[in-house]
């Protein structure tokens, strides 16, 4: 059990790392691509213009980003109440270990739906 434990550590744990690294390596090239683009727009256009189209584009690259991600997404859906007082009803320990029980079931039924 523990291996198991110790091996979905490692995976988690090599994700994470790669993630940043590729966030990191997203976020240098994005300045790169950002300083191209500025000195290309100062020669055409001149600061001020170069500074407003790169500041709007930024800007509403954002904005579109915060609409989707409010728009993606359903809310999860709320437990029906024959769950709820039938969960009660199944376990009789301390509320402590109710909510770590509770917790646990919450995790194990979202791991099951995100793996669907």
């Known amino acids: 059990m523990f291996h198991m ?15 940043t690294l590729a966030s990191v390596l997203v976020t ?6 950002t300083a191209a683009l ?5 020669t055409v256009f001149g600061p001020m213009q170069a500074a407003l189209m ?4 930024y800007s509403g690259a954002g904005l579109v980003c915060f609409g989707i991600m409010m728009s993606s997404g359903e809310p999860d ?3 029906e ?5 039938q969960a009660r009803q199944s376990v009789t320990a301390p509320p402590l ?3 770590f029980l509770y917790g646990l079931q919450a995790g194990s039924h979202a791991s099951k739906t995100r793996s669907s």
């Open 81 to 85: 109440p024959q769950e709820i007082a």
């Open 28 to 33: 240098v090239g994005i300045g790169f691509f």
């Open 54 to 57: 790169i500041g709007l584009g």
């Open 77 to 79: 859906p709320m437990p």
């Open 5 to 19: 434990i110790g091996k979905a550590a490692a995976r988690v744990g090599r994700r994470a790392a790669l993630g």
């Open 38 to 42: 500025w000195l290309y727009l100062v």
């Open 97 to 99: 270990v109710e909510a």
